[in-house]
């Protein structure tokens, strides 16, 4: 199943308008592929491809349980880890 999940996002990939437009990479160029070495269990890969894929996910995780759970300092987590993500997009 997860093979099948993979080759329908390798041939459903997007491609970024900036880049097309400007010929330069966006702050979240590779974010496709590094979903889908992350989901063949190439961590590395991943890593070297968009960096910020793994504290993205744990954004959206964390926010989830937040709205749920109404955590008490989950606004300003929230906004630490959107910090500490957006600084790896921008130097990585």
Partial sequence: ??????????AHQ???PWKSIT??????CGTQSALIELL???LINSLKL????????LILI????????KLPKGAQILKI???FTTSIMVTG
């Fill in 1 to 10: 199943m997860m093979s099948g999940i993979i080759h329908w996002l390798e």
């Fill in 14 to 16: 997007f491609a970024c």
């Fill in 23 to 28: 010929g330069i990479d966006c702050p979240g």
């Fill in 40 to 42: 063949r269990g190439q």
């Fill in 50 to 57: 968009f960096p910020a894929l793994i504290p993205m996910m």
């Fill in 62 to 69: 964390f926010l989830g349980i937040h709205l749920i759970f």
């Fill in 81 to 83: 880890l959107f910090i």
